[in-house]
């Protein structure tokens, strides 16, 4: 395909990193007004023209999440109306992910049906960072493309950890649960650490249960590897564990996209979390635990500029 014009779309989530990821591209974000209806809709209008245009929507569908989503399915409707050649949906942080499947009977597969809606849009192909589920490019029918932030999160956890691999009080990585066993182990390939893992049961949508520790962590300082922080409850379970297991030192923690629920900052303060290395794909709230937070503006930048080239994306994908 011939792309027309390369054009970037901020919806309303993802303002700074949209630009942020333009400026990398060397452009601007297209005009776009957001407004809602007095019975609440959301009403968006694209003010420059699109025919023919390659045109990327910059939104994560952090909280509040069903906002988000719509404004996207309807900037996507709009770019499509508005004669775009293809309208691709980038959304750094994918929400539903974690409703990849059933778990029982009379539950939906919420996944799935977000990806109908986004296809129901007009998306014509969806980029997301470290998406939760490995099963969303089966059950995305639109083409799917994976970039991650892990080495952008592991060099910042070299700077901040500053710790020698095989020197001084050891750190070691620590996948707070099963889900999160080949994550650490790419964590582990970039920092070189041994790696752990806890056992975790969900109890609830804020409450797990954690078992044993799987791996050498007495002794060790735990810096704690996941893709997504909700309610903090994985991670605070997780601390427990590693504390009872004989874990010493500061408690590190690093995940692509930091949601952070409801109190979920006071809980990982009151864990004893003194570091959370994130990205921008959602904005942290204000918490007592020391933020620090990696850009993704020039990583998607340089994906959309390949996408857009039809250039393949080799080492900035997500691996499969
Ligand atoms: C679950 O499998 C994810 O990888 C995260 O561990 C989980 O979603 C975090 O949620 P919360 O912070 O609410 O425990």
């Known amino acids: 395909m011939s792309a027309g014009a390369l054009r970037v779309v901020a919806g309303s989530a993802s303002v700074g990193l949209a630009a942020s990821m333009a400026e990398a591209l060397g452009l601007e974000c297209v005009a776009r007004e957001l407004e809602r209806f007095p019975d609440g809709e959301i009403h968006v209008r694209l003010h420059d023209e699109m025919r023919d245009d390659d045109v990327y929507l910059v939104q994560s569908t952090g909280p509040p999440t069903q906002e988000h989503l719509t404004e996207l399915f309807l900037l996507a409707d709009a ?3 508005a004669g775009a050649l293809r309208v691709t949906a980038v959304v750094p942080y994918l929400a539903y992910a974690r409703q990849d499947r ?21 998306v014509d192909r969806l980029v997301v960072v470290d998406p939760h589920t490995p099963a969303l490019e089966s059950i995305v029918s639109v083409p799917v493309e994976t970039t991650t932030a892990v080495p952008l999160l592991a060099d910042a956890l070299r700077a901040e950890v500053d710790i020698d691999p095989g020197s001084g009080p050891d750190a070691v990585l620590v996948a707070p649960d099963l889900g999160a066993a080949k994550l650490v182990d790419r964590y582990a390939a970039e920092l070189g650490y041994d ?7 969900r109890l609830s949508g804020d409450e797990v249960a954690t078992g044993a520790v799987v791996g050498e962590v007495a002794g060790r300082r735990p810096i704690i590897v ?13 601390v427990e564990a590693l504390v009872d297991a004989g874990a ?9 996209h930091g949601l952070m629920v409801g109190p979920a900052g006071d809980r990982l303060a009151g864990a004893g979390v ?3 290395v ?6 942290v709230p204000e918490t007592d635990v020391h933020v620090v937070t990696v850009g993704l503006g020039d990583r998607l930048g340089e994906v959309v500029h390949r996408l857009h080239h039809g250039q393949p994306l080799d080492e900035l994908a997500a691996h499969r």
């Open 102 to 122: 059933r778990t029982a009977t009379g539950e939906p597969v919420g996944l799935r049906v977000v990806a109908d809606l986004l296809r129901a849009s007009h």
């Open 274 to 276: 003194a570091t959370l």
């Open 79 to 81: 770019a499509h109306r």
């Open 226 to 238: 996941d893709d997504m922080i909700s309610t903090g409850g994985t991670l605070a379970s997780a």
């Open 195 to 201: 790696v752990a893992i806890v056992r975790k049961t």
């Open 278 to 283: 994130t990205t921008d794909s959602l904005e």
């Open 248 to 256: 010493t030192g500061p408690v590190t923690v690093a995940a692509s």
